[in-house]
């Protein structure tokens, strides 16, 4: 049976690395019976959470891996898919957030709002997505949740209501006011499991009496209802509960929760506060892309009758063979059926169909709109849409920016490089934006990313998973070369050494292409080349694409226009033409006078206000732009454009330079041409590599 | 060309010229006017103008999101652009915008002298040689002279001219008979340049009201199109 989709919530939990984020969702599954032993995050007992299903997220404390967990509670099913955080992880952090239908987002009470809660935040917001906050780690020194509600408001430019107070912080906690109910909530038992309600401490009351106003003015402006009942004193639990959720799921107030996972305090009404304010699937407008109408977007309805569209957003390597997680968003899937991967073209039949917690598996017949599953033995990559035959949909853009660094590694040990190109193929099919291939020249194995700490987490991955140590060399940027004018050509290649000559003249001219990275532009007449060469030619003028002869690297932006040439009634030939088209693009191409383009990233920093000028300096000495800063109170944060290629070990420099308090996000934007001075050198260098090899 | 043709056909020139040649270095002007009206479109349009002759501007913001002032800049320029029958072309707009930088503070009443030491920060650090600074959403009615006077002193140190709006409040009437606005009398002595906009008959026009200590209202001959939002000669 598919599940009733009123009752599912899809959600992510979200937070700044320490704010305790697995041990929060550690505790949920312990709550929800999915677990029987808890353990701790850095694996005290060798271990570790149960939703750090990678060894090297363990050690790190961090989550990389998207895995989707399914619990129960108050007979809902709420899907936990884990989002990671890091901006390196685009594809990852995108797939995950669209997967969802609303999140938890934990703070510290003590470290309040750092600067990846604002990237996750504006994550969250980016993809409209429904939250609610959960102050946790009340039980440590310096714990000021008041704080923290007065962040949400004035850093993340969050509205907030909250509905609970907390009973005694640091070593004092012992559990929180609900201000719906207006009750003590105390969790007792070994392990938090038994919640007890009291009536209010005295102590306490007029406190919460002045914070349960607050709740209902706020909760008000969403219901008239409610407003009318708080006039008169007897607003109900349940208006307050439909006002909140109606003012969350608008995402026009945040609800604030709060507790400490790690001394399983607040865990379980914050389960029921997934379960009462997040929104259902249905709740929420999902859009795919309509292949058939150049990518329109249409709207898709959340109900089991429709036809299917689901989202493959992860895969994973499982003893069992891999396991491709979906997000159903329309119709519904039955084993057995067939459906149809809009990219690849190919139909397939449903086999295994299941549902996941994050270590073991439950078979299902069927799952509906709304959920998350995941099928066995399906050959797809991260990303595809399944639809049902007939549409053609596909859930995310297709477009999938090029790696833009490059890094060449050599196993320890001769013996794991089978196993290192196992992994290489697996993480390639995990993540588009990760690619390796073997350089034909050096015959080193080279990995592509979209940055330096994509590419370290790949390494470690190897490490861990595969047992294959790695030596890395040099991180090398991926640079490009253009032309910056029109050169015409004429060009004969001519072979006669006896046997079959070879011929063909090719004559045209070639020219700077904006925004595009090639086009070919047939004007031939009268069948001076035949047309059966015609591709040749194309080939040919791709194959000199490849590898431009400023810098050694590929040629973007160029538009070649073949008007005329000549052929031979016995010489000519595929191959003559697909030469002649070579010879023809480097004569050319020196007349058009190339020049170097160079990866440049989008860098946002955050930190605390009185370090900008530090950072503005950073900025300035590696050839950046700056485009804006925002300051807020005391903090601030910087945008910049930045070359690739200056901003390796930034890290450590912006570590250094503000000790320690200020973080960094980066992402390819575009591609930028070198400064003169800067391409003579990458010119001079590949010039006297060209020399070196010829010498050999 | 293009880049020749804006800056030579700016109503910006007219401006000038009512002003003896502009605000200048060291130098504080103020447009004045109601909210809403276009201040902030009329200094979009002076920062364009300076971005157009490879001077480099530093927009301060009090008031929006950094998004916002972005998209002030592009409505603004591609109107320029249209104004003159020229198509707009987005790529000339990336090439002067290098030489822009925006810096917004969010919270309400940032200390100026914050505001001030992230400014020289962003010159003398990041090495951004401004020679404009346009400070949009300034509270006057929050600051004191003594604010505009640590700005004048920053603008002179830096060689930096300074451009203000000042949003007016209080009921009607706003000016006095010499044409400065009454919430601004306090500040007159920080004030070399200051120009208001003033609806009239469904039209805003652009008033010189003081200029390098010569006090003499004049009409500068031109007013703000409410469609486009640029300043048009009357």
């Known amino acids: 049976m598919a599940l009733d989709i009123k009752k599912v919530r899809n959600i992510g939990i979200s937070a700044h690395i320490d704010s305790g984020k697995t041990t929060l969702t550690e505790r949920i599954l312990f709550y929800t019976k999915k677990i029987h032993k808890m353990h701790e995050v850095k694996g005290k007992d060798g271990i570790g959470a149960t939703m750090d299903s990678m060894e090297l997220e363990r050690e790190r404390g961090i989550t990389i891996s998207s895995a989707a967990t399914n619990v129960t509670w108050e007979n809902h099913t709420i899907n936990i898919i884990d989002t990671p955080g890091h901006v390196d992880f685009t594809i990852e952090v995108e797939r995950a957030l669209r997967v969802l239908d609303g999140a938890i987002l934990v703070l510290c009470s003590v470290g309040g709002v750092q600067s990846q809660t604002l990237t996750v935040d504006r994550q969250l917001k980016r993809y409209k997505v429904p939250c609610i906050a959960f102050i946790n780690k009340l039980d440590r020194v310096g714990a000021n949740p008041d704080k923290v509600i007065s962040q949400l408001g004035e850093q993340l430019g969050r509205p907030t209501v909250v509905l609970e107070i907390p009973i005694g912080l640091e070593d004092q906690h012992q559990g929180v006011i609900d201000l719906v109910t207006m009750e003590a909530v105390y969790f007792e038992g070994n392990q938090g499991e038994i919640v007890r309600r009291e009536p209010i401490p005295s102590e306490l009351r007029t406190r919460a009496e002045k914070a349960r106003q607050d709740l209902l003015d706020a909760a008000s402006m969403f219901s008239e209802e409610l407003t009318a009942a708080a006039l008169e004193g007897r607003a109900t639990q349940d208006q307050i509960i439909a006002a909140v959720r109606k003012a969350t799921v608008a995402r026009e107030l945040t609800p604030v929760l709060m507790g400490s996972a790690y001394k399983n305090k607040g865990v379980q009404p914050l389960l029921d506060a997934v379960v009462r304010y997040l929104p259902d699937p249905s709740e929420i407008e999902n859009f795919a892309f309509d292949l058939d109408q150049d990518g329109r977007e249409i709207k898709l309805q959340s109900t089991p009758e429709a036809p299917t569209v689901a989202l493959a957003f992860k895969l994973e390597e499982s003893p069992y063979g891999q396991l491709t997680y979906i997000r159903i968003y329309q119709g519904r899937i039955v084993k057995g059926t067939e459906l149809f991967n809009t990219r690849s073209k190919q139909k397939f039949r449903v086999g295994r169909l299941i549902r996941m917690h994050a270590d073991s598996l439950e078979e299902i017949e069927e799952a509906g709109a709304g959920e998350i599953s995941a099928l066995f033995g399906i050959d797809c990559q991260s990303g595809d849409t399944f639809v049902a035959p007939g549409l053609n949909l596909a859930m995310s853009p297709i477009f999938v920016p090029e790696p833009v660094i490059s890094l060449a590694v050599f196993p320890e040990e001769k013996r794991s490089s089978d196993r290192l190109s196992r992994a290489l193929k697996r993480f390639a099919k995990e993540d588009p934006t990760f690619r390796s291939h073997v350089d034909p020249e050096s015959k080193e194995t080279i990995i592509q990313g979209m940055g330096e700490l994509h590419l370290d987490v790949y390494i470690e991955r190897m490490k861990r998973e595969y047992g294959v140590a790695l030596r890395t060399g040099m991180p090398q940027v991926a640079y490009r070369e253009s032309i910056s004018r029109r050169a015409e050509f004429d060009y004969v290649h001519k072979k006669q050494t006896g046997g079959a000559g070879q011929f063909g003249r090719v004559i045209g001219f070639i020219e700077p292409l904006a925004e595009k990275g090639y086009e070919f532009v047939n004007q031939v007449k009268g069948g001076r080349i035949p047309r059966d060469f015609i591709p040749a030619c194309d080939k040919g003028f791709q194959a000199a694409l490849k590898k431009g002869k400023l810098i050694g690297f590929p040629i973007t932006g160029v538009r070649v226009t073949l008007t005329d040439g000549q052929a031979h009634e016995v010489d000519s030939s595929d191959l003559a033409f697909q030469a002649a088209a070579q010879g023809a693009f480097w004569k050319a191409y020196e007349a058009a006078r190339p020049y170097a383009l160079e990866p440049i990233m989008k860098l946002s920093v955050e930190g605390p206000a009185e370090f900008v000028g530090s950072v503005f300096a950073s900025i300035n000495q590696r050839r950046g732009i700056i485009i804006s800063s925002s300051e807020d109170g005391m903090f601030a944060r910087i945008d910049a454009e930045v070359p690739l290629s200056e901003m390796f070990g930034y890290s450590s420099v912006l570590r250094s330079l503000t000790q320690g308090k200020a973080e960094f996000t980066m992402e390819f934007l575009k591609y930028g041409r070198v400064p003169a001075p800067i391409a003579e050198k990458l010119i001079a260098k590949y010039q006297e590599k060209l020399r070196g090899s010829e010498g050999k | ?234």
């Open chain 2, 1 to 234: 060309m293009i880049t020749e043709e804006l800056v030579r056909k700016s109503p910006m020139r007219i401006l000038e010229n009512s002003m003896h040649g502009g605000l200048g270095k060291g130098k504080i002007g103020v447009l004045a006017s109601r909210k809403g009206v276009g201040k902030t479109a009329c200094l979009v349009h002076i920062a364009i103008d300076r971005l157009l002759q490879e001077k480099a501007v530093i927009h301060v913001s009090f008031s929006s999101r950094v998004d916002h002032i972005m998209t002030w800049y592009e409505h603004i320029f591609s109107e320029m652009a249209k104004n003159l029958g020229l198509e707009s072309e987005p790529n000339l707009l990336d090439e002067i915008i290098k030489n822009r930088v925006i810096m917004n503070f969010s919270q309400k009443g940032t200390p100026t002298g914050q505001v001030l030491r992230s400014l020289e920060a962003l010159i003398k650090n990041g090495r951004f040689p401004a020679e404009t600074v346009i400070v949009d959403g300034f509270s006057f009615p929050q600051s004191s002279p003594d604010d505009l006077q640590k700005f004048r002193d920053l603008a002179e140190r830096l060689g930096l001219e300074v451009w203000f709006s000042a949003s007016l409040k209080k009921e009607d009437p706003l000016f006095d008979d010499r044409g400065n606005p009454y919430e601004l009398e306090c500040c007159l002595g920080q004030i070399d340049v200051l120009m208001t906009l003033q609806h009239r008959q469904e039209k805003v026009y652009l008033r010189l009201i003081k200029e390098h200590g010569i006090q003499s209202p004049v009409e500068v001959g031109l007013i703000l199109d409410p469609k486009t939002l640029l300043l048009v000669e009357t």
